[in-house]
Structures are given as structure tokens and as C-alpha cells.
């Protein structure tokens, strides 16, 4: 069996790497072979960082324009060749009309993936491509939905919009890698960690909480405040900050020095159709946390067992001081979070899913 997948990201984004990269070891355990295709590749992210483009906007917009161009054309030939496989997999790229068709004239057994409510407006989207991709999308995603043989989505509120245009859809959660992501015991430190990780496009969602971290860090002279991904962050005044890259090869280690993780979200359509990926990273390194009840969070934790919801400044507020006060209350609300983890969101259970409905799409 042949799989071709087309993956929006490389395995460097995380939405990729959940939702395609990291079942591949276990396709190759069952002799599947496949190739994969990422639009946005490595290299267009290595270019995007010269300091020749991104000084001058106008460089900046005819890079964007020429790689949209060449990503478009390098997908038409990968489309060309999906005869030879047995199953393509298209993982939230929003292909043009006239792509979709092709491919559905050459190679009908589709799988599509999506991780976000992709048919939304994305108003915050300011990256070039990204808004092409997304112009349209609430016809767009309608179109690949019906083109598809099958859809796999990350939560129940994206399964409601995708039954609307395709009966044979597939919950399959956020998975995430126990033997990537452990438990360690910490080393003796000062400061009280509370941590975040994320991207520069979910920065918006840090800014709910900036008189709550004021408040905390007035509070306890102690406390620490890490942020991971959050390069665009602006600090408020008063508050002991930390800024980390996001990197793949230091990212556990950073998770595994919080204390309590965070998860702010703002309430709307768009944080509904969220995977909860941060949260579950937390979760997987024992580390408790408090989160906006929003969304698939809401299946994920179960207040004042495996972490603590918060719905406004005085409940963050309220919620943060009583882990930063009891050692013992976050041990055992880590500990807690780490077997929902195991026993309902492992790579290792998840993987025979994946496998089964890419087998019952030949």
C-alpha cells in the first residue's frame, strides 16, 4: 500500500507534525510505504528569515509571490502522480478549485485532515501566503470536504461543520508521544515556573492575562513567567519575564521546568475548533494546569482533579495561587493529568486509528 501525503507545514510546525509526521514510524511497522510533501517546506522558512527579505517589504512581498507560485506548481505535479499511490492524504492545505479536481479525476481515494476551524475568517492571519490560502475558505473547505472519500477531524465541533458536506467523518484527538514526553523529577529552583508555549499567531491569547501576571508577580517576588514561541509578546511593566525560541530539540526540557502550565483562550468560533496541543503537553510532562474552559479543553480537564479552569481575571488570579502555594496540590493534580494522557490521549493508542481509517479508505 501507497500513501501520498500533503501536508500544509513541515514537521517543524505542530500541526503537521500531531497529525501526520509523527504516525509515520508506525506506518513503515506496517509496510506502508508513502512520500510526503509539505507546502510549506523547511527551506521556504530558512529563506523567510534572510535578513535581505525581511528588511524591505517589497522583497518581502515578491519572495511571498514567487513562492506561492512555485508551491503551487511543485502540489500540481505531486497531483499528477497520485495515480501511483493508493491513498492520498491532504492535511489542512486548502488546495485552488481547479486542484481539487484534478485530483479527484486521477485519484478519488482522499483523506482530509483538519486540526482548526480553517472555514472561518482568519482575521489575525498576517502572513502573505496565508491569507491567499485562506480567501475564500468558507468555499473552499466545503469543496474539499465533498471531494474527499473520508475526513478526519480533531474534535466533535469540527465533525458537526464537516457532516454538513461529508457523512463519513473521523474524530481522531491530538496524540501526543509518551516516550518523547515524560515525567522528571525537578531539581531543586527558587523561582516558581508558570509556563506557555505556542506560536508568534496565538500570542493574542497572552494578552487576557497581562494584569493577571502584574497581580502574580506583585504577589510573589518568586515568580517566574516563561513563555515558549512567544517572540512577538510584549511584556507588561512590573513582570518577571522569560522569552525561549521554540526549538524541537529543547522543547520537552523546557515544558519539564514549569510548574503550572497555561492556557488562555478568548471565546469564539475559532478557539472552539482548537486541539488543545499545549495543554496536552503540559499534561503529558506532569505539570498542571489552568485553562479557559473553551472548546475541546473542556473534554481534556476535569476541574480540580487534572488542572483548574479559569473564566476570568479573578479565577486565573485565584486558580494560579493555589498551586503556587501547595506543593503537594500540583504534584498530585500533575500526576493525575499525566494518566488522562495515558489513558485517553497516548500516540500509542491513537496509532492503530490512524492506520485503520487510511486502510479502509483504499
Not at 228 to 253: H, M, S
Not at 304 to 317: K, L, S
Not at 328 to 344: D, H, V
Amino acid at each position: 500500500m501507497r500513501i501520498l501525503f500533503s501536508t500544509l507545514y513541515s514537521s517543524q510546525i505542530a500541526s503537521s507534525r500531531y497529525r501526520v509526521y509523527q504516525y509515520l514510524p508506525f506506518l513503515k511497522t506496517e509496510g506502508i510505504e508513502f512520500n510526503i510533501y509539505p507546502f510549506y517546506s523547511d527551506t521556504y522558512y530558512r529563506l523567510r528569515e534572510n535578513r535581505l527579505i525581511q528588511s524591505c517589504l517589497l522583497f518581502s512581498r515578491l519572495f511571498d509571490k514567487f513562492f506561492l507560485i512555485w508551491a503551487n506548481l511543485k502540489r500540481f505535479f505531486n497531483i499528477v502522480m497520485a495515480f501511483k499511490y493508493d491513498v492520498v492524504f491532504i492535511q489542512k492545505e486548502l488546495m485552488p478549485v481547479v486542484l481539487i479536481k484534478l485530483l479527484k479525476c486521477i485519484n478519488s481515494n482522499i483523506i482530509f485532515d483538519l486540526d482548526d476551524a480553517i472555514f472561518l475568517p482568519e482575521e489575525k492571519q498576517r502572513n502573505y501566503i496565508g491569507r491567499v490560502i485562506r480567501w475564500r475558505s468558507h468555499i473552499k473547505v466545503p469543496r474539499m470536504l465533498n471531494a474527499s472519500k473520508k475526513v478526519v477531524v480533531g474534535n466533535n465541533y469540527l465533525k458537526d461543520y464537516c457532516l454538513k458536506f461529508n457523512a463519513n467523518v473521523s474524530v481522531l484527538p491530538i496524540a501526543i508521544d509518551l516516550q518523547r514526553y515524560f515525567v522528571k523529577n525537578k531539581a531543586h529552583q527558587e523561582n516558581l515556573v508558570i509556563g506557555w508555549v505556542g506560536s508568534p499567531a496565538t500570542v493574542f491569547c497572552l494578552e487576557i492575562l497581562n494584569d493577571v501576571f502584574k497581580t502574580l508577580c506583585r504577589r510573589y517576588p518568586f515568580l517566574t513567567i516563561m513563555l515558549i514561541g512567544a517572540d512577538t509578546y510584549v511584556k507588561p511593566d512590573d513582570v518577571n519575564l522569560v522569552k525561549r525560541r521554540w526549538n524541537y530539540e529543547t522543547e520537552v526540557n523546557d515544558l519539564q521546568r514549569f510548574d503550572i502550565g497555561i492556557m488562555p483562550m478568548s471565546k469564539d468560533e475559532f478557539t472552539s475548533g482548537k486541539g488543545g496541543c499545549k495543554l496536552l503537553q503540559y499534561m503529558a510532562v506532569g505539570v498542571p494546569s489552568v485553562a479557559s474552559p473553551v472548546g475541546i479543553n473542556c473534554e481534556i480537564l476535569e476541574d480540580g482533579v487534572n488542572g483548574f479552569f479559569a473564566d476570568n481575571a479573578n479565577e486565573w488570579i485565584e486558580k494560579i495561587s493555589l498551586l503556587a502555594e501547595d506543593k503537594k496540590l500540583r504534584e498530585n493534580m500533575g500526576r493525575k493529568a499525566r494518566e488522562t494522557i495515558l489513558k485517553r490521549y497516548s500516540l500509542k493508542a491513537a496509532a492503530p486509528q490512524f492506520i485503520r481509517i487510511i486502510k479502509e479508505t483504499k
